[in-house]
């Protein structure tokens, strides 16, 4: 048996939650602010504050959840963190994280959730020992990507230090909050009880320090070096912005320190204002200080680059006299900031995100970030030459890297690199890579040097002794390089370097030998070897014109260098001024001057000079017009297509990224001169490759670029499932799907299905056939040039759609066709079938229309236009490309049938009357002896229900991990659209075109235009509602497509609601004005729902939400502690009679030890302990194994259920347990489903769990659930209603009272009630004594019309906002989790869901109900309860009314922020195409109403051009 941690890392695919694996650490929640001190790295989530160590092993973790109480005024409550399966209030979001080493403390500020400003100053080395802690704001007073904060030191008598806060500012926009008085752009706060006005305080020593922002700015980055304190921000106005730097100094105090300002404009890209400040890193080192910048050229992410800047302090000018910012702010006249210009542009790359520099020896070495995921190393030497730059890291996706990378202090040789929610530390370079010297040379990596004792590439540390060699101070093209040279005497020689930095036992040995085919080549008058170099002076002053080939060996302590050179007479080196001639004149170690080639003394031996001379020519050489594909996978791409011009020579295309330093070459096809196929190469790296093609004499023309991209990644699959004979359209959604070449499944590997449509989110394919008969599940793969990539999904089949009948009926002109299908798992639409009638031998097309779904049988509705009569011999259906024809069934067998059962009534009530003489006095014998049973059998169950009662322990967990909430826009269609999928489906948008702006054809245009206006939308929901036709499904429809339609503008759908309800309310005040909306009978009553529900989902989110799951969890975990019938779902445990299983018979609690299956040679893991009861079937058991190991280890068990199978070790070997097998109960024709009492399973039994990849071989299907007539054929604790004489056990029946079992509903009641009052009272209560807007503004709205109808009955207000809120938003949220969260609801918790919601209702009730025995009892459950809840509802009603009112601009400004955070959620067209169907319906009505309400003739000009618009597209599409 082996450790349950290797379970563990079997199971777990992916490294653990807070776990670190390959340098990286793994947290749970986004990453806030990091830091590094020493050998620690701290780092602030949003929910846990991390100690690791400087390898990124966790040292310990401390909550950063907790409750705040402790004083009456928010601004004073204290933070006390609470464990982590304790109820919190509060988290508190940490905005300023800094370790302070000298004093040994890490000072920790932020918010907590009454958005009041806390700090705390905890131990260095412990975090979990809290030294102080004050509810005070130091940062930015929400959060902010836009501020900075850092420890300044400033000198005095002795030096202090304080916290430097840099706030964004918002122009017009205070930063004053209800917790503080708000706080200036720059701030130094004190950092220990002895300075002057205590820790954390900003008073200064004489006045109050103040530095301001004459606008909006935005902090980027600060340091500060000596007493010089440097700020950098982004300073926007309007479209333009501009990059300032600050220098203040740190002396006298803090007034003093921020008077001092100073400031400077940082310049790039030709001194455009369009420039954005990303990120930054200073240069360490001396004078002058150097700091580098990653600049946003245009002020987008794509195109940036990185610039170096003298940012050395220019102290001569006036301090405080700054446009921008001011310390005095007095009137005084400003004077314009010094403009700073680049000393270079180093690098151009999009995407770029962070930036690191640190001084390496005579290099500088950045650690660039990019947004798609990549750590690229660029080294500079001290002329600013950039060497090639090399990938570190490349994420397969497009991860963004943050601002900020930090080296590690201890080892210097790993970098940390933040995501969102992982920290990585990766190696700053890949020496071990490069496997001889020439290789760790050519890296251009400072960090490497090639050591030869060890003769490996290395860091210079790792070297034993000091031979070792490595690159030069300086960046250059060639290890060894060399020259030719002829002196005044003809004297020729030539003259080796060695472009190196050596060790010093190298040093001590360096040497050159010169050796060639003829006799000895170098006269003995040669100066000696001197590192860096050799001279040989040639024996021979004269040079054959082909040249000398020299063999040069350089030895270098124990390594050998061996270059074979061409040594040419430079003379003889004649042909037209070409560049390919100066080129290769260079080459061989000659000079160019204007003569052409010359020796190395007389000419330049610059490859520029060529260049120029290649610029300056007027060569029609081969030009590159186009490459298709541009933009690629790092994988490459097949058969890539170039245009142009001039194409006939070219050999070969060579590419090159900007972070290779080798190109690569591609050979070419298919040259027809203007067009020419190659591949596209893979690469490591990502971002923009220059492309030129190749002619023979090795020149390369044309400029063109290749963009790669990250690989192509599936998140989700749609549908899941497809029939056997496949052909079912299917839409991958992901990332970089543009890039697939095919798609493949597991079970048809060979067959590559070809993409249809393509885009970065969306694939569409259509799915191969199988040869299986049963369902399964398949794999996808994704084909990307020569790799296949695992999708990570699969997609399920099953058995092909069975259509069984058809029925035809007239309607109108028209015949609608309803065809009847089997109901099954495969979720099939209307748009996936094509329909023929065939009727005198002629195929009519049947239009789809609708489907609607019952419990067994699926229903298509299709029409056929202007046909005769309904007579049709059959239909086509057309699925895939498999065709299947159905014939209605005959009506002559059910007339038989009916006359056989009319024929045997006689003779059954004969047989009756027989049968009933014999029984009769068998039945008298035995019911003496049963009713003696009986009253023992109710004796005991009272008994036990009155022990139950009194020992229910409320021992329920309330840690049920993440609660999986839907996102909004799938919460919002389930609210809108509870009865119609097709319509949720259509208008909500899928994955990847939510951020895709939408474009409406001209007629959807019209009609937005038209519905936005209000005179038309209210004439239009008044003239539809007035028609007898439109059905309240259709109001509701109306509403909630008009919520989508107008969501972007929720402030223009508000207004029109109020006018719809004060018309509703003028017709319901002459009737009953308390019934008003308490049904939903009109458009404005569904629109009011759909309202709420918008307004209230933060609050449901944040608050309402966690306690609705741990009901629903505490409801699931109560129900499991009692029997739960398999077959008729009803439980022991519940709150509604109707699902109570008083039937039940006795049950012993049994706790089992399962056992994991692990590897492949019978090894298992340690036991888990596992609860479950004698009577559970071997499903139910299956279940609670997996869901106790879901609880253990929160997550779940790698195998899906059905595909997991149990076995009970008895007698040294296992058994397998089966739902039904061999030994099954059988009564009659219903079996029974075996239990562990059927297996005599005993108490402490061993369980061994395996996974099976084929299903049982008892059943086709996966589960037994899956059969057509489950409840039919199996029962479980309930027995079937069959003879006795059938029953092999006829002891086991017992006779039940349902009365007796009540008491179940009580214990049931009494563990999950604190859970039931927590949300009550989180939906009345009143957070920060604030009611939801929402809530406010409607209830107002109601006060208000309730004045103006001069209704003075507050029991009718009442009535009003209580159908309006909990009846119209709460109740359906309580009765339907499902639509809040992704979980399905059962028919049993359905039914305790609904007593809640009653007692819910009957809190807010005015009426007092008397209570007899006589009452139901899920009224009589919560009767005691009620009147308390009673007093709350009013006292929170009374709350609400007494709250300042909230004015319109404020909700106006609420409403916008709802609007946007969801923009681009919803599909507008397809909501405006499915209300146009309504106005073309009623176009006559709509009409008429207008002219009612006296319209403008404009306004239905303009319905009309939407008609005439309509009718000619047929429906709204895209552009």
Not at 668 to 683: A, E, R
Not at 939 to 953: A, C, M, P, S
Not at 1509 to 1516: F, M, W
Request: neutral net charge; glycine residues 6%; charged residues 20%.
């Amino acid at each position: 048996m082996i450790l349950l941690p290797g379970l563990l890392f079997i199971l777990w695919r992916e490294p653990a939650q807070c776990l670190a694996a390959g340098g990286r650490f793994v947290f749970n929640g986004d990453i806030r602010q990091f830091a590094v001190a020493a050998n620690t790295v701290y780092v602030a989530t949003e929910v846990t504050l991390y100690q690791l160590n400087h390898d990124l092993t966790l040292v310990r973790n401390v909550t950063q959840r907790g409750v705040l109480k402790g004083a009456s005024e928010p601004s004073d409550a204290q933070f006390y963190r609470t464990s982590a399966t304790d109820v919190f209030n509060a988290t508190f979001l940490v905005n300023v994280l800094l370790p302070f080493v000298e004093n040994g403390t890490l000072i920790s500020c932020g918010l907590t959730d009454n958005e009041c400003g806390y700090c705390e100053v905890l131990d260095l080395r412990n975090i979990s020992n809290v030294l102080y802690a004050e509810p005070i704001q130091v940062g930015p007073p929400r959060s902010s990507g836009a501020s900075i904060s850092f420890l300044v030191n400033v000198e005095k008598t002795s030096n202090e230090t304080y916290i430097l806060t840099g706030i964004q500012q918002h122009e017009g926009k205070s930063t004053k909050t209800s917790c503080s008085s708000g706080s200036d752009a720059v701030n130094l706060h004190n950092t220990n009880n002895n300075q002057r006005g205590s820790i954390f305080s900003v008073i200064g020593d004489f006045s109050n320090p103040a530095f301001k922002s004459k606008g909006n700015v935005q902090f980027v980055d600060g340091f500060q070096i000596d007493l010089i304190i440097y700020l950098f921000s982004n300073v926007p106005s309007g479209r333009s912005n501009k990059v300032r730097l600050i220098w203040l100094e740190g002396k006298t105090g803090k007034v003093q320190t921020l008077k001092s300002l100073r400031g400077a404009t940082l310049s790039v890209s030709g001194g455009g204002e369009g420039s954005r400040l990303l990120a930054s890193s200073v240069i360490a080192g001396g004078a002058p200080v150097l700091w580098s910048g990653v600049f946003s050229v245009d002020g987008g992410q794509t195109n940036t680059e990185l610039a170096v800047f003298d940012i050395s302090p220019d102290l001569t000018g006036n301090t405080d006299a700054d446009p921008d910012f001011c310390s005095a702010c007095s009137s005084k006249s400003t004077q314009t900031p010094k403009a700073l210009k680049p000393k270079n542009v180093l690098f151009r790359q999009s995407y770029m995100t962070s930036v690191l520099a640190v001084r390496h020896k005579a290099w500088v070495v950045f650690f660039i970030g990019t947004g798609d995921g990549q750590l690229i190393k660029l080294t500079v030497d001290k002329n600013y030459h950039v060497s090639c730059a090399r990938v570190l890291y490349r994420a397969s996706d497009d991860r963004h890297v943050f601002p900020k990378i930090r080296l590690d202090p201890v080892d210097l040789k790993h970098v940390y690199v933040p995501f969102e929610k992982q920290l990585k530390r990766l190696p700053v370079s890949k020496c071990s890579t490069y496997k001889n010297a020439r290789g760790c040379w050519a890296a251009q990596d400072p960090h490497c040097v090639w050591c030869s004792s060890a003769s490996r590439c290395t860091f210079e540390d790792e070297c034993r002794d000091s031979d070792w060699l490595s690159i030069p101070d300086e960046s250059q093209q060639k290890m060894v390089s060399y020259k030719v040279m002829k002196n005044g005497t003809d004297q020729i020689s030539f003259n080796i370097r060695a472009h190196l930095t050596v060790g010093p036992k190298a040093l001590s040995n360096f040497a050159c030998q010169f050796s060639a085919s003829s006799s000895e080549l170098c006269s003995r008058s040669s100066p000696p070897p001197r590192f860096p170099q050799c001279t040989c002076i040639l024996r021979n002053s004269t040079l054959p014109a082909e040249g000398i080939r020299v063999t040069v060996k350089i030895r270098l302590g124990t390594t050998q260098l061996s270059e074979e050179l061409i040594i040419s007479n430079c003379a003889a080196i004649r042909g037209p001024p070409t560049s390919v001639l100066c080129r290769r004149c260079i080459r061989v170690g000659c000079g160019w001057s204007d003569s052409g080639c010359s020796w190395a003394n007389q000419g330049a031996r610059n490859d520029s000079v060529c260049q120029m001379m290649e610029s300056g020519m007027n060569f029609s050489g081969p030009q590159i017009s186009s490459i298709f594909p541009g933009v690629v996978s790092f994988y490459g791409r097949n058969n890539a297509l170039l245009s142009g011009r001039n194409l006939g020579g070219v050999t070969g295309v060579r590419i090159q990224a900007e972070e290779d330093c080798e190109p690569q070459q591609s050979s070419v096809w298919n040259n027809t001169g203007v067009t020419l196929m190659f591949h596209i190469p893979s690469t490591d790296n990502k971002g923009v490759a220059k492309v030129c093609v190749l002619l023979e004499d090795g020149s390369c023309h044309g400029n063109a670029n290749i963009t790669y991209r990250s690989s192509p990644s599936c998140a989700s699959i749609a549908p899941n499932s497809t029939w056997i004979s496949g052909m079912r359209k299917i839409t991958l959604m992901g990332s970089h799907l543009e890039f697939v070449e095919g798609v493949m499944h597991r079970h048809a590997m060979q067959e590559v299905r070809l993409p249809r449509n393509s885009s970065y989110q969306n694939l569409t394919y259509y799915t191969p056939a199988a040869k299986h008969i049963g369902g399964f599940e398949s794999g996808v793969f994704l084909k990307v040039v020569n790799e296949t990539l695992d999708c990570s999904t699969s997609i399920t089949y099953y058995p092909d759609p069975e259509f069984t009948n058809f029925t035809a009926t007239r309607t109108g002109n028209d015949v609608r066709i309803t065809i009847e299908k089997k109901a099954d798992e495969l979720h099939i639409i209307p748009e996936e079938l094509s329909v023929w009638g065939v009727r005198k031998g002629q195929q009519h097309v049947c239009v789809m229309e609708a489907k609607e779904t019952g419990d067994e049988t699926e229903f298509f509705i299709c029409e056929i236009p202007k046909i005769p009569d309904t007579s049709f011999q059959q239909l086509m259906i057309r699925y895939g490309d498999k065709t299947v024809t159905l014939k209605p069934k005959s009506s002559s067998g059910l007339s038989l049938q009916i006359l056989l059962v009319l024929l045997l009534i006689p003779c059954i009530i004969v047989l009756v009357a027989v049968v009933y003489r014999s029984k009769q006095k068998k039945l008298t014998a035995q019911m003496n002896k049963r009713m003696e049973n009986l009253e023992l059998d109710i004796r005991n169950d009272i008994r036990q229900g009155f022990v139950d009662l009194q020992t229910e322990k409320a021992d329920l967990m309330e840690n049920v991990g993440a609660i999986p909430f839907l996102d909004y826009k799938h919460f919002a269609s389930r609210i809108f659209f509870p009865e119609n999928d097709s319509l949720m489906t259509s208008c909500v948008k899928d994955i990847g075109q939510d951020v895709v702006q939408v474009h409406l054809d001209e007629s959807c245009q019209g009609l937005a235009r038209l519905i936005q206006d209000q005179l038309f939308l209210t004439s239009m929901v008044h003239a539809l509602e007035e028609q007898k036709t439109f059905t309240i499904r259709d109001k509701c429809t109306l509403a909630s497509l008009l919520t989508v339609a107008l969501h972007s503008k929720l402030s223009y759908l508000t207004e029109v609601m109020e006018a719809l309800l004060r018309a509703l309310m003028q017709q319901s005040s002459n009737a009953q004005p308390k019934l008003l909306l308490r049904r939903t009978e009109s458009t404005v009553e569904k629109l009011l729902t759909n309202w709420m529900s918008i307004c209230l989902y933060g609050f449901l989110r944040e608050s309402a939400g966690q306690h609705l799951f741990l009901m629903v969890s505490a409801l699931r975990q109560q129900t499991a502690k009692g029997p739960v019938d398999c077959v008729t779902e009803k439980a022991l445990y519940t709150l509604s009679e109707d699902w109570l299983l008083w039937q039940a018979q006795d049950f012993s609690s049994l706790k089992l030890k399962a056992l994991f299956a692990v590897g492949s040679d019978g090894e298992v893991s340690e036991p888990l302990e596992v609860n479950a009861l004698s009577c559970d079937t071997v499903e139910q058991v299956k279940e609670k194994i997996l869901s106790t190991f879901k609880v253990k280890f929160g997550f779940p068990y790698i195998t899906p259920l059905r595909n997991v199978c149990i076995e009970y070790e008895k007698d040294g070997s296992f058994v397998p347990l089966e739902e039904v097998d061999a030994s099954s109960e059988v009564i009659g024709d219903v079996t029974m489903l075996n239990t562990l009492k059927h297996y005599k399973v005993p108490d402490g039994a061993t369980i061994k769990v395996l996974s099976r990849k084929t299903p049982p071989p008892l059943s086709p299907q996966a589960s037994l659930k899956d059969d057509e007539n489950f409840s039919g054929k199996y029962f479980h604790l309930i027995d079937p209603d069959v003879d006795e004489d059938q029953r092999k056990n006829p002891e086991r029946k017992k006779f039940k009272l349902k009365e007796v079992h009540l008491t179940k509903l009580l214990s049931t009641k009494v563990a999950v009630h604190s859970f039931v009052e927590n949300l009550f009272r989180s939906i009345w209560g009143m957070p920060h004594c604030r009611a939801p807007h929402a809530v406010k503004y409607f209830f107002d709205f109601l006060d208000a019309q309730a004045e103006s109808m001069k209704i003075g009955d507050p029991d009718v207000l009442h009535i009003w906002k209580t159908n309006s809120l909990p009846l119209r938003f709460w109740v359906n949220i309580m009765k339907n989790p499902q639509f809040v969260f992704d979980m399905e609801k059962t028919p049993n918790l359905d039914g305790c869901l609904n007593v809640i919601a009653q007692a819910f209702m009957d809190s807010f009730s005015l009426s007092e109900t008397q209570l007899g025995k006589h009452a139901p009892t899920n009224k009589l459950l919560y009767a005691k309860d009620i009147p308390q809840f009673r007093q709350e509802v009013r006292a929170y009603y009374k709350q609400v009314r007494d709250q300042p009112p909230i004015t319109v601009s404020e909700f106006k400004d609420f409403l916008q922020e709802e609007s946007k955070k969801h923009e681009n959620e919803f599909n507008e067209a397809a909501a405006l195409r499915e209300l146009y169907k309504y106005i073309q319906r009623y176009f006559q009505e709509i009409e008429e109403k207008l002219a009612q309400n006296g319209a403008p003739t404009e306004l239905r000009e303009q319905l009309h051009h939407v008609k005439n618009l309509s009718d000619g597209l047929k429906c709204c599409s895209w552009n």
